[in-house]
């Protein structure tokens, strides 16, 4: 540890660290455009000038060690001058474009040049023009603004794992750019705007919609990918403008996967806004009343069942649970996609180890997931992991793809998982030598006919490789949206037999789940397959429309907020499911959310704890199924097209654009 005085204040900190970050420890702030501190040192604006004692000139701190007994000053006539100076190179070429740039109310330049700038300008030349580039259908351009602090090119080299962003020519001739103009190819591109600290690069759907200030903000969760990314919701007027993500370095960081970010214009189309009867074979809109009258009707006497889809809260799950308990139905389920997840123990559907976990891991096998169209905050996390300390890791899945980071392709099928499973693979020893191995199985892995055998056998490969230690959990299940874990902890296991006559399908879109002449109800917020089926259909609340539960693929349980209101008469799902439960005799006990929330704890207590806890592996008994039974056949993940993959992102015109853009059989 080095002692460090900022302007008279003495501050202890690590050896190593730089003078910036000294100073934020004893609680000065120091302007940066360049410097971020989840991104390589560039050093390269000069905005965060300091001195240092016996030091000639001002140094830049972020770029700059400490060591023991230094002095740093952060405001005297030196440093004040410096930055003055700075400040007014940087603004020689940057237009006047305050009043109509998307990054006003919340530019760092605009920030920094009022606290730390000039009020005068001695330059007179012609500003320089450069032009704009062309990065895809969701960052927009406007490189007159640019500062060049190359904050752009490090994101989307070192996290992103795409270095298709850099620098041509020198001086004041240099711009950034793709050199050859092409869409980035990224899921994580929307950070670029967040990182960028002018108004170089903004959001394209957001151009010139509405000023921060204008805006009511809301914390909630996303739920379109599994990873349970910490998001703020930017409203008014009743619709949602913007999704930002919020810092939780336990799950994303700052970051935040594109179609989380950018799906939301999905959330006003195709929305189901009042109840709907068939009648005569037609749907016809209908009151409230009519539509439970009618499932009384069809449900009376039947064998009843409940199906709950991908993005579904705890609170709807559990009303549901009860429901159809009380209707005297057991027939519950949740893996709309078939996979065979045992649900017996928790610890054999979660990803264990925690998002944050994968930092500690020193050495991965990836079997059958492309985590970077299923997971792409994850994916970043992984990539972190193997850029900082070499983390091999072995992929069995498809040959070619590229996750970002180098890996070890092992096989395609489950030829490769049988020979790791039999201790004789050359990726065994890699295993074994390592502290903290882990394992990342995807779901998509399970959505087969032997996907009993391959949990088994994933199960067996950590078992005997040591992921399974009293400290450390190194079994991991990837889901690939918000709301397939919660259910799983309710208990929508007990599958749905052939013969059942009456289903409630909540926000479900299983069509060749439904058997031919069964009554079904379909309760959501978008009409495609299930609604289409549907006998009756009630209108529900997406994600941004509720108080709700969710639980992300760690097993985190985290708590997303109504941001607007649901659209005409939808109404939350729990509230529909409690007035329903009047008409059909079965009155639910609860009457507030509250009351659910209770309810939901009384269930199971993972939902009244504080989220993830960090575990070991006590009990390495494996989940039901035959490791032998596994066929050669090769996995493949089931999200093809990243830009469409749920009912809110079929929804959105901003991710048909992706589509079209980014694969091109979606052109066709």
């Known amino acids: 540890m080095a002692k460090v005085t900022v302007d008279g204040i003495e501050v202890e900190v690590p050896n190593g660290v730089s003078v910036l970050q000294a100073c934020e420890a004893a609680g000065k702030e120091i302007p940066r455009f360049c410097y971020h501190e989840r991104l390589s ?57 305050c009043p109509i740039c998307d990054q006003g109310g919340e530019c760092d330049l605009q920030d920094q040049a009022m606290a730390f700038g000039s009020d005068a300008s001695r330059y007179r030349e012609e500003k320089r023009a450069v032009k704009d580039k062309y990065l895809g259908p969701l960052v927009k351009t406007i490189m007159n603004r640019c500062i060049q602090c190359t904050r ?109 970010r950018f799906a939301f214009d999905g959330l006003k189309r195709r929305r189901l806004d009042r109840p709907w009867v068939r009648k005569n074979g037609k749907l016809h809109p209908a009151s409230w009343t009519e539509a439970f009258t009618a499932i009384a009707a069809g449900f009376a006497g039947r064998k009843l069942g409940a199906v709950v889809g991908d993005l579904v809260d705890a609170e709807a799950a559990v009303a549901l649970r009860d429901l159809m308990a009380g209707l005297g139905s057991t027939h519950l389920e949740c893996r709309m996609d078939g996979a065979a997840i045992d649900a017996s123990r928790r610890d054999f559907y979660t990803f264990n180890t925690g998002i944050a976990g994968i930092e500690e891991a020193d050495a991965l096998l990836i079997i059958g997931s492309n985590p970077r169209l299923e997971a792409p905050v994850i994916n970043a996390r992984i990539r972190k992991r193997v850029a900082t300390s070499g983390c091999p890791v072995g992929f069995i899945g498809p040959r070619g793809l590229n996750l970002t980071y180098a890996h070890d392709w092992l096989g395609e099928g489950g030829t490769t998982l049988k020979a790791l499973v039999g201790g004789d693979h050359r990726f065994n020893e890699v295993l074994r030598a390592a502290k903290r191995p882990m394992l990342i199985l995807g779901r998509g892995a399970l959505a087969r006919a032997d996907g009993a055998a391959v949990l088994a056998a994933a199960w067996q490969v950590a078992a005997q490789n040591g992921m399974l230690q009293a400290d450390w959990h190194g079994f991991n299940l990837l889901h690939q949206f918000g709301g397939q874990v919660a259910p799983l902890d309710l208990g929508f296991t007990t599958g749905i037999p052939a013969d059942v006559q009456g289903l409630w399908l909540l926000g479900a879109e299983p069509p060749a789940m439904v058997p031919e002449g069964a009554f079904v109800v379909y309760q959501g917020h978008h009409g495609e397959a299930g609604a289409a089926r549907a006998d009756v259909i009630l209108p529900g609340a997406a994600y941004t429309e509720k108080d709700a539960t969710w639980v992300n693929t760690e097993g985190r349980v985290q708590r997303g907020r109504l941001a607007v209101y649901p659209p005409g008469e939808a109404r939350e799902d729990w509230k529909v499911l409690r007035a329903a439960s009047e008409v059909l005799g079965v009155r639910l006990p609860y009457d507030s959310l509250d009351a659910v929330r209770a309810r939901l704890a009384e269930v199971n207590p993972v939902f009244a704890g504080p989220g993830f806890a960090a575990h070991g592996c006590t009990d390495t008994a494996g989940p039901v199924g035959d490791a032998a039974g596994v066929s050669d056949a090769a996995f493949a993940s089931n999200i093809l097209n990243y830009w469409q993959a749920d009912v809110v992102s079929r929804a959105s015109a901003t991710m048909a654009e992706c589509a079209r853009t980014y694969l091109p059989q979606a052109a066709e």
């Open 41 to 97: 040192v560039a050093g390269n604006c000069r905005m965060c000038l300091v001195e240092v004692e016996k030091a000639p000139k001002p140094i830049a701190s972020c770029a700059y060690p400490v060591a023991d007994g230094m002095k740093v000053f952060t405001d005297s006539p030196m440093v004040r001058n410096g930055r003055r100076g700075v400040m007014e190179f940087l603004l020689i070429n940057h237009p006047l474009d």
């Open 152 to 260: 752009c090119v490090r994101f989307a080299t070192e996290v992103a794992g795409v270095p298709e962003l850099g620098a041509t020519n020198r001086g004041e001739n240099m711009e950034i750019g793709t050199y050859v103009e092409k869409a980035l190819t990224t899921e994580l591109s929307g950070n670029l705007i967040d990182i960028c600290p002018v108004g170089a690069l903004t959001s394209r759907p957001y151009a010139f919609v509405s000023r921060p200030w204008e805006l009511r903000k809301t914390d909630s969760v996303d739920v379109l990918d599994a990873t349970g990314t910490n998001v703020r919701v930017d409203a008014r007027a009743g619709e949602v403008l913007r999704i930002l993500p919020r810092t939780n370095d336990d799950v994303n960081e700052e970051w935040m996967a594109d179609r989380g």
